[in-house]
């Protein structure tokens, strides 16, 4: 398996506009988590999907941002509009029944 | 709520040991696990303790208290390339802010 794919690895992007990041986790696994990365507030669990339905999204700070699990092997996460203080790494993890989180190489968002 | 507290930096010479702790407040615990991360990567996982006591991977241990909400990693035979940053999580998904270990020469 290649392991967790996220894409796009870099994205750069006008505030006000829309962004689409996308992941695909480990073949088999039923965990989906979508972190966020800053140097301010360390690692942040976003949202998490079992069995693609989302069981907890209390870490999503606002409504600009959504998730959803179409299908096993296929997440976004999209912000709406964006906004300068959206910058950071978004990682995409994946877990199966009795392994640990296995993680994207994330995407490095800049919104300017 | 749901917390972990690790210290935000050590720093130790090659060939040393080093423990890095994690306490912890949470509902709902099923265990703690320990990630790395190197500049620039993704984390990725070392340990994991679901019982009490101590668990050995090598150079890497890691040790739990569920009675104390309490675990470390513990690091032997320092190398250069340990300088990264480690995470306890509880239950592989919720991260302390991490401890960003520097290895010196």
């Known amino acids: 398996d290649a392991g967790v794919i996220q894409s796009p690895r870099h994205e750069v992007t006008e505030m006000g506009q829309e962004v689409t990041l996308r992941c695909k986790p480990i073949s088999g696994h039923d965990y989906l988590f979508w972190y966020r990365q800053t140097m301010m507030r360390g690692l942040e669990l976003l949202i998490y999907f079992n069995n693609n339905v989302p069981i907890d999204d209390s870490g999503m700070p606002e409504d600009r941002f959504s998730a959803k699990m179409p299908n096993a092997s296929f997440s976004t996460l999209k912000i709406q509009p964006s906004e300068p203080r959206d910058s950071a790494v978004y990682f995409c993890a994946s877990e199966g029944v009795g392994t640990e989180a296995f993680f994207g190489q994330g995407t490095r968002l800049t919104v300017v | 709520g749901q917390s972990l507290e690790q210290p935000s930096e050590v720093t130790a010479v090659e060939g040393a040991i080093v423990q890095i702790n994690c306490t912890y407040q949470t509902s709902g615990f099923y265990g703690l696990s320990w990630y790395q991360q190197h500049d620039g990567g993704a984390p990725t996982f070392l340990s994991y303790?679901?019982?009490?006591g101590l668990e050995e991977t090598g150079r890497f241990s890691s040790f739990l208290s569920r009675s104390d909400s309490y675990g470390y990693l513990l690091l032997q035979e320092l190398q250069m390339k340990d300088s990264a940053s480690y995470f306890c999580a509880v239950n592989h998904m919720r991260f302390g802010a991490g401890t960003r270990l520097t290895v010196k020469p």
């Open positions: 303790n679901a019982l009490d």
